[in-house]
Each structure stands twice: as C-alpha cells, then as structure tokens.
T-cell receptor
C-alpha cells in the first residue's frame, strides 16, 4: 500500500510558468522526500524536509510541510523543458523504508 | 564518487525461471534498499539491508529474497518467476537508512515471458 498520494496526477505547463504539486500522507513521519524520475529511469533525490521543518528551498524548488494536515507541496519555479518528468513524494517513518506516492507527471511545453 | 550501479540493466526471462539482480552502492553507504516499480502498483518497497542484516521487508511473497555482503553490495533473487514480476527493479543506497536521502541506481528492467 502507498503512504503518500500526489495531486494532481498530471500537470501540463508552459515553459517559464510555475508548477505546484501536493502530497498527502497518512501516518506520522520522520521526514518527507521528493524525487524526480525521467522516463522510467532511476529516481533522483530532490529535497528532504524533516518533520520539524516547515519550508525548505533548493534552487528553483520550494517544499513546504504541514504535519498537522499531513501534507506537503513541491513548487518548481520558472519551469524548463528539462523539468519534464514524474515527481514522487516519499515518506520516511523510521521503519527503514520509503513509502512512495503514485507520482505527478509534469510536462513542460516549449 | 561513483553512483549506484545495477546489473544487468535489462533481462528477459521465462515463467518459472529464477533471476538474480545485483546492486553496488555508493562507497561508504551501508544501507541498501530494493524497490519494484510497475505501472499498476507504482513504487513498492521490497527490503532494506544494513551491515548484512535485513531490517525491513515489504509485502512480497517468499519468492523474493535478498542479501547483502560485507562490502555492502547487495543482490536480490526472484525464484519461480511469474508474468506479474515484470517490472523495473530499483536499488537505492544511503548512509544509514532512515533519516537520510536515498540514491537510486538506473534500475534493472525485467521482462518475464
């Protein structure tokens, strides 16, 4: 079973626009992580936010975490064609595994 | 540092056969995890090893097994293959396991015919 659920399932935006995707989860967590996957390849780690943090930035990425609502969001600003990928949230609940959501497929149109 | 490597990258097997997949973690990483990715089920956790000990196992039948060697390299084995085992198998390594980001290999694409 999957812990996280992403919303929306798919997103299509113009180059230069911002993309926002959300993740909801069910149980308490140690941290929440976001990953990117291009065309069925391996996952690339984007950002890790711990349960006691509310917001984190990395380059054009901004992640927020609301543990009271058990939700997180990933914002990609000024999107580029290279951002076209699937994005996954994954929760770490101190049980030596990551539980992934179904992912959001982002398409950036030139 | 070299990234996580997985071999082989592609594999075609017949139902009933068995398969062994290999994963070499990033140097210094002691935790290795395995995930199965399919279009229908998404990313599912298989197992995690740390210092040759399995610390957690996902909800998969006993046909799926794994092990970790003293140099942290890991293998997973699937016996009596079924058509539903066709998937991308991803290995990830991290420093200690939980609490740290995981670094994924390119995956092994297994097709069972």
């Amino acid at each position: 079973s999957q812990q996280g659920e992403e919303d929306p399932q798919a997103l299509s935006i113009q180059e230069g626009e911002n993309a926002t995707m959300n993740c909801s989860y069910k149980t308490s967590i140690n941290n929440l992580q976001w990953y990117r996957q291009n065309s069925g390849r391996g996952l690339v780690h984007l950002i890790l936010i711990r349960s006691n943090e509310r917001e984190k930035h990395s380059g054009r990425l901004r992640v927020t975490l609301d543990t009271s609502k058990k939700s997180s969001s990933l914002l990609i600003t000024a999107s580029r064609a290279a951002d076209t990928a699937s994005y996954f949230c994954a929760t770490d609940s101190n049980d030596y595994k990551l539980s992934f959501g179904a992912g959001t497929t982002v398409t950036v149109r030139a | 540092k070299a990234g996580v490597t997985q071999t082989p990258r592609y594999l075609i097997k017949t139902r009933g056969q068995q398969v062994t997949l290999s994963c070499s973690p990033i140097s210094g990483h002691r935790s290795v995890s395995w995930y199965q990715q399919t279009p229908g089920q998404g990313l599912q956790f298989l197992f995690e090893y740390f210092s040759e000990t399995q610390r957690n196992k996902g909800n998969f039948p006993g046909r799926f097994s794994g092990r970790q060697f003293s140099n942290s390299r890991s293998e997973m084995n699937v016996s009596t293959l079924e058509l539903g085992d066709s998937a991308l198998y991803l290995c990830a390594s991290s420093l200690e396991g939980h609490g740290y980001e995981q670094y994924f290999g390119p995956g092994t694409r297994l097709t069972v015919t």
